[in-house]
């Protein structure tokens, strides 16, 4: 059975840092590529950044790229966001999420997510 | 970046009785390579996101045959042939032919 499961999310003063992790389980991790989507308290989901397989190629959108850095490791089937400047808006339930299809790059379509994580900027 | 527009942004739906969802796009999601890359969410109350649809018109395995997807280019529908109290929430049509990857902004599902 595929199981996701972040932490490491809470409160965090504008400007802080946090680092995201995702336990993957059930599926062969290092051979799919991963997404982290998030989404603000009562609002829609946002694409926030994927990276590959190997962890070679990553993504990230406009709104996060140069304060989060996305990476993973294969031997301990994690993922994680770095998360660094945070500001207000960051304040979203983030979601890891495996890729449906093996092999690929990118992330183009989602099929299994974790519960999410919670992270507040807040002073 | 493109920009997805879903209507309408709620609905409201007697059990038994057929929904309807749009989802139209700022540029063609049909790749050179001949997919489409266009999927439907769903988002129950309280729970994370679930794959419905992907590339237009493909369920995800244990999806109900009552939801379907088409379209083409820029338009594109997710239509519930009969709908159940358990398909309450939120859906999301998203995009992944570029980067950035983008969602609609949502269409909320109640029962009447």
């Known amino acids: 059975e595929v199981q996701l499961l972040e932490s490491g999310g809470g409160l965090v003063q504008p400007g802080g840092s946090l680092r995201l992790s995702c336990a993957a389980s059930g599926f062969s991790f290092s051979t799919y590529a991963m997404n982290w989507v998030r989404q603000a308290p009562g609002k829609g989901l946002e694409w926030v950044?994927?990276?590959?397989?190997?962890?070679?190629?990553?993504y990230y959108a406009d709104s996060v790229k140069g304060r989060f850095t996305i990476s993973r490791d294969n031997s301990k089937n994690t993922l994680y966001l770095q998360m660094n400047s945070l500001r207000a808006d960051d304040t979203a339930?983030?979601?890891?999420?495996?890729?449906?299809?093996?092999?690929?790059?990118?992330?183009?379509?989602?099929?299994?997510w974790g519960?999410?994580?919670?992270?507040?900027v807040s002073s | 970046?493109?920009?997805?527009?879903?209507?309408?942004?709620s609905l409201s739906v007697t059990p038994g009785q057929p929904a309807s969802i749009s989802c139209k796009s700022s540029q063609s999601l049909l790749?050179?390579?001949g997919k489409t890359y266009l999927s439907w969410y769903l988002q129950k109350p309280g729970q994370s996101p679930q794959l419905l649809i992907y590339e237009v018109s493909n369920r995800f395995s244990g999806v109900p045959h009552r939801f379907s997807g088409s379209g083409s280019g820029t338009d594109f529908t997710l239509k519930i042939s009969r709908v159940e109290a358990e398909d309450v929430g939120v859906y999301y049509c998203m995009q992944s032919i570029q980067l950035p990857y983008s969602f609609g902004q949502g269409t909320k599902l109640e029962i009447k």
């Open chain 1, 49 to 58: 950044s994927g990276v590959s397989g190997s962890g070679g190629s990553t």
């Open chain 1, 93 to 112: 339930v983030y979601y890891c999420a495996k890729a449906l299809l093996r092999g690929y790059s990118r992330v183009y379509y989602s099929d299994y």
């Open chain 1, 115 to 120: 519960q999410g994580t919670l992270v507040t």
């Open chain 2, 1 to 9: 970046d493109i920009v997805m527009t879903q209507t309408p942004l």
């Open chain 2, 31 to 33: 790749h050179s390579a």
